[in-house]
């Protein structure tokens, strides 16, 4: 996007959250930039209709000062004022009746992103809800209806992922594998003599690995600043080594940098290079309960991913920002039963639990178990 294409769309997003404040939606500032920080990652370039579903899932709440009717009309309104304004992607020229050489083949190829998943009840989709920016609780309201989450005071502080990355890294014991232990052996041939037995340990490792995936889809977009505390952690070089990779949904073939979205590493390259005994994955996923759809395709893809990650990690931790209320009927409630009810909520007791725990082999369930729900 050119730079008077970029002062053109900021100011569209200028008047379009003033026109909605003057309706009587009670949208803050932080609610602002959080949509200033989604169109500037790529969301909502699609035309009108796909930037206001963005501006739909940022803006729009179950209350009385959130109408989404009153969203509805205003936008509806201002679409057909400023119809013309919204900058459009660049048009294809029409193919010429010479065709131009074919381009060398070992130019990179980006692949393509996936748009959007087949649900069995698409009419019963919901929107998800957006990011409360007034100051209640930090908790999460235990109920199916409504559920907010605070900017200014979200549950995972910094401090709290240290610890758990502390407690990460602690030595602890991997599998079934036996290591000699030669100071213990030494010292029972001292009192035996040469002919004891050896003395054997289990295998405990001091080393970890962290690879990062973050679900980057629309539904997910609220919930970018709470994981903010991870990224940075790992900026910040705080916890090392670590990778940071996004997907949309579920991983099919590709991962993509986090930095980066157009940069893709095929799973082929990123699997061989993680280590069997130190690499811990942590996913932040709603696996759908934001949205409150199920999807047997994103039930497959994901548990068709962590079949092939599980062999290769020492540790997996799933953490979803929607409380276990919301999961029910939903793509979440059965992912969480292919991992064996081993999916957590986004709260730093979860995390310092899980980090503490000696990792359990097996914990993958087999999706044939699944495929009838």
Same mark, same amino acid.
């Given at each position: ?25 009670? #949208?803050?500032?932080?609610?602002? &930039? ?25 803006? /729009?709440?179950?209350?009385? @000062?959130?109408?989404? @009717? %009153?969203? +509805? ?38 692949? *393509? ?13 919901? /929107? ?6 007034? *100051?209640?609780?930090?908790?999460? $309201? ?10 200014? @005071? ?22 079934? +594998?036996? $290591? #000699? ?17 050896? /003395? ?10 962290? #690879? ?18 991870? %990224? ?34 095929? #799973? ?11 690499? /811990? ?24 991913? !962590? ?9 997996? %931790?799933?953490? @979803?920002? !929607?409380?276990? $209320?919301? =999961? ?7 992912? &969480? ?9 986004? $709260? ?15 914990? %993958?369930?087999? =999706? ?6």
């Amino acid at each position: 996007m050119s730079s008077s294409q970029s002062v053109l769309l900021d100011s569209l997003l200028l008047d379009l959250f003033q026109e909605l404040r003057q309706a009587g939606i009670a #949208l803050t500032l932080e609610q602002y &930039d959080l949509l200033q920080q989604a169109v500037a990652q790529g969301y909502g370039l699609g035309g009108w209709q796909d930037f206001k579903r963005v501006c739909r899932l940022l803006w /729009v709440k179950p209350c009385v @000062n959130y109408d989404a @009717n %009153i969203f +509805d009309r205003t936008f509806d309104r201002y679409i057909q004022q400023h119809h013309d304004k919204m900058p459009d992607k660049p048009v294809p020229e029409p193919a010429a009746k010479i065709l131009p050489p074919k381009p060398p083949s070992n130019l990179p190829q980006i692949p *393509p992103r996936k748009k959007g998943l087949s649900t069995q009840k698409p009419s019963q989709q919901k /929107v998800a809800t957006a990011v409360e920016t007034q *100051p209640p609780s930090s908790r999460f $309201e235990n109920t199916t209806k409504k559920f907010h989450l605070t900017p200014t @005071n979200f549950p995972i502080q910094l401090s709290d992922v240290q610890v758990s990355w502390r407690l990460l890294r602690e030595a602890k014991q991997v599998g079934k +594998d036996y $290591e #000699l232990d030669i100071e213990a052996t030494l010292y029972q041939i001292e009192r035996e003599g040469i002919f004891t037995d050896v /003395v054997m340990r289990p295998i405990r490792v001091r080393r970890s690995e962290l #690879l990062l995936l973050i679900d980057d889809s629309s539904a997910m977009i609220p919930f970018f600043p709470a994981f903010a505390p991870f %990224i940075q952690a790992i900026n910040e070089h705080r916890m090392t080594p670590a990778q940071i990779y996004r997907f949309t949904s579920y991983p099919d073939e590709y991962l993509y940098h986090w930095a980066s979205q157009a940069k893709a590493e095929p #799973l082929t390259n990123i699997f061989p290079k993680l280590h069997r005994n130190r690499t /811990v994955a942590l996913i932040l996923s709603d696996a759908g309960a934001a949205t409150a759809t199920y999807s047997q395709e994103r039930i497959q893809g994901i548990s068709k991913f !962590l079949t092939a990650l599980s062999p290769c990690i020492r540790q997996l %931790i799933w953490l @979803n920002p !929607l409380p276990p $209320e919301r =999961w029910k009927q939903t793509s979440a409630w059965i992912i &969480d039963a292919v991992l064996n009810g081993k999916m957590l909520t986004y $709260e730093p007791a979860s995390l310092r639990t899980v980090a503490r725990a000696i990792p359990q082999e097996n914990i %993958i369930k087999t =999706w044939q178990m699944y495929s009838h729900l």
